[in-house]
Structure formats: C-alpha cells, structure tokens
C-alpha cells in the first residue's frame, strides 16, 4: 500500500450530506494515503451550488459514523464546511481536499450547479489542491468499486505532484464494470445545457406550484470534452479555473467598444 | 430618449429580492429601451451562487409593486427565477437579462459567490446575453443616480451590438459621486479571496455556533482589474465565461500525467 513519507492532512467533504454512500467510499479510498478529516453537510445539499450561509449561523457537532476517523456536521453548505474545516477545526490548510463521491454526474455544465465541485473549488480558492468525484452510477446500491480506485489514483497522483497554486480538479466515473473500463482521460468541459421544463401541479388549497424538471442537451460533438469520454467508459478528468474572466471577449470589446 | 426599432424584451432579476431598492432602480434605468418583465425572489437570497431548487416545489406570484411593469416574485433562488421566467412567464427567451443593482460589490472572487451574477449566468446559459450590476455603496439610502446611468450604458450597447453567444458581464459601480466618476473601464477579474474568520458563540442552552465572517485580501496588483479599476472611480465591466476548463492546466497534464 503507498504510504507517503510525512503524514498529508486530507480533508473530505461531499454535498449529499455525511451520511450518504459515496463520502464513505471516498474515505476508505484516499484513508491510506494520510491522515482523513471528514467536515460535510448534515442534510442533503444538492444543487446548492456556491452557496454560502450568511444570514443564519451555522452549527458543527463531532460524528462517530466512520471508525477511526475524525468527522464533523455542519448545518451549512458544502463551502461552508469547507470553510470551517481551515478555520475552526484543522487551524491549517489541508494537504489536499476531496469531495464526493456524488451520486450523479457533474460532467459538463454541472460543474456551475454541483455544491460537490463548489466546496472543491472552495479549497482551491484557499490554495488548497483540490478535487471532486462523481458517479455516473446514481443507485444508493452500487458498490463504488471503479469509483473508489479513480479517487485513490488521482489523489495520490495529486499529494506525489508539485501542482500549480489554483488546482482544482472535476472527475466523473462512468457507470461501467472495471473490464469494460478504459481508464481515466483529460477532458475539457462539454459546451452543453438543461432545458428546463417545471412540472405545474396544484396544492390541496389549489394553489400552483412547481417542480423543477429538464432534459439534459450536449450541443457539443467534440471527442475531447468530459461527455464524450464517459460515453466512451473512460472516467473524465477536467482542470478546472475560477478565473472566470473571458479573456477573449475582453480583448475585442476594449477595442472596438465606447459608452 | 433611446428607443429601440422592435419592442425588446428586457427580463430583471437580482439576489437582494423583489422589494429591494436596488431591482427598482434597475427597472427604471432600462425600462426606455423595451418592454420590461421582472421575475425576482421574494424574499434575500445574497450568497446563494449558482443554487437550484430541487428538492422542494417553488411558488410564483404576479405583485403589482412596480407600475406599469409585469412582476412576479419567485420562493426560489435568483437562478430559479431566471429558468421559472423563460419556461413558464415569457415563454420565450428575453433579448437581454439584466440582474440587480446589488447592494454591495460583487468584483473579483465574489463573482464566485454572488447570487445576481449568478442569475446573470443561468441567463447566458441559455444564450440571452446578461449582465449583472453591482454597487460599491451598501446603503439602502443611497439614491443609485450613478448606477442608473452605467447600467442604462451597458443596458442600451447590449441590444445594440450583435454579441456572441455566452455573453456575460460583470458590472462594478464604485462608490463615487458623478464629479469623481471616470467612466466604464474593461477588466480582468482580480485575483482576490475571502480568509474567514467565523464568530464563535453560544446559544441560550450553552451550545456553540458559528457566524461567517471575512476579511477580502486582493494578492493581484495589476492595473488591469476590477479592483483596481473601482478604487479609481471607474465602473468595471469584466465580461464573464462558464465554460471553466483550465485548458493551460489541461495541455500540460496530459502531456505529463499517467494514472
């Protein structure tokens, strides 16, 4: 088994909430590569995005769920846990952070809606390398196998490796058995969308409200974005930035614009 | 006054909710360029990021608060209002989407955070060119006379200019009077972050709780960015991407890495 030569501090974290599967496999998949702190949500926190809680404070209580292992709630989001983790529990930046193992994609555009590839990114932001993983397996029933062996070569990958300050990886895992598993490819993020349709249904008083539905467009045929590896059965490994400015656009506006 | 050959349409949002001084002002800066359609929360949702609703219904009301001009108020998140807008008010895309005017700044990382350039975002995604509108001056009081203009400027150049698709721009309004105020500056997003602090406190039961708090460090000296632009009395406009590939990343870890 690797050991690294000083012990790394590896902070794990998710938005399914600290009770779902998929932060228990991460855990026993980057346990032996340093010494795990878990801080994640105590209820489900999907689709939270960036979110950050500054109107109401926040709570963060110890949980014994995970043998051997150092673990916190908190009441907030996954950046929040991010958050208190630096500030209130390590009082040191980790070594490296993880998040997932989400149930469900975040391929593509999700990575603007994922809170798993928020609180990633939260750490990145603190200089911090950091990572999250996602299944494409959504059943609370899979096994995390394939999933569990991709987070354990990208970490180790990531604690062997001088990184750039900034570095924040988005990894998805195919569903697929481990022979039909081609192995991990960098990607580039699809140019790809949701259309949303909002189901309308009536309250026992009548009253309209609605559910947020969509169908998932990919409007991007390229063989290099992240889509199109999963598809392949590689899991999908994309760098990704929180500078966000379109240098691009930037250029041709300071040229040709004047208000 | 400017007015625009065909009737557009101009869809309003913002973080701060329907009753916050700064979507009003905002409505009467564009309301001379088209026909405009308000879809905003009911109620602050600052801090929010890219978060969707999906785990319970949303709620959608007409309020009549603003003459003249079609409004409704949305239990949701700013990005929910933006999808509940397209699919079930306007059925349609607006020509433009225009989301604030923030009480308080919204440059450099905040961008990361921020619930009206999120909303912003969720727009561009669905290809309507967007903008959001941020003020340095935090006050409720304040009388947005400068802030008015700039987001009229930016406003009236977005329905005059064919824009590419994707097109996003984060919109800084510093705390100047009109004398002092130098015009609208261009920028890159400033490398800054948020070291959090956290309040630690105790309940009426003697448990412990948190309130986020932070002081900003801007590490990024150049004369290029939004920071440094306001602290001069310029309006930053930085335009803003959602694809967030770090292809420099992405290039020289393929080259490198092996699972």
Redesign the interface.
Known sequence: MYKVAEEKIILVTNDDGVTAPGIRALIEAVSPLGRVVVVAPDS?Q??????????T????EPVTIFEGIEAWQCSGTP??CV??A???ILHRLPDICVSGINHGANHS?N???SGTM?AA?EAA??GVPSVGFSSLDYSYEQNFVLSKKVAF??AK?MLE?AL?VG??FNVNIPAATEEDFK??R????A?A?WV???D??RDPRG??????TGEFVNRDKGEDTDVWALANNYAS???????????K??KQ??AE?T?
């Open positions: 489900p999907s689709g939270q995005g960036h979110a950050i809680t500054i109107g404070p926040l709570r963060l950046v929040d958050k208190l630096r500030a209130r555009i990575v603007i809606y928020s990114m932001i603190e070569a990208v990958k490796t750039p570095t924040l192995g991990i960098v990607a580039r993020q140019d969308k949303e349709a909002f309308e249904r009253k309209k409200y609605y559910w947020l490994l994309v760098p990704v930035q929180f500078d966000l400015t379109n240098h656009l930037k506006i300071e614009w208000f």
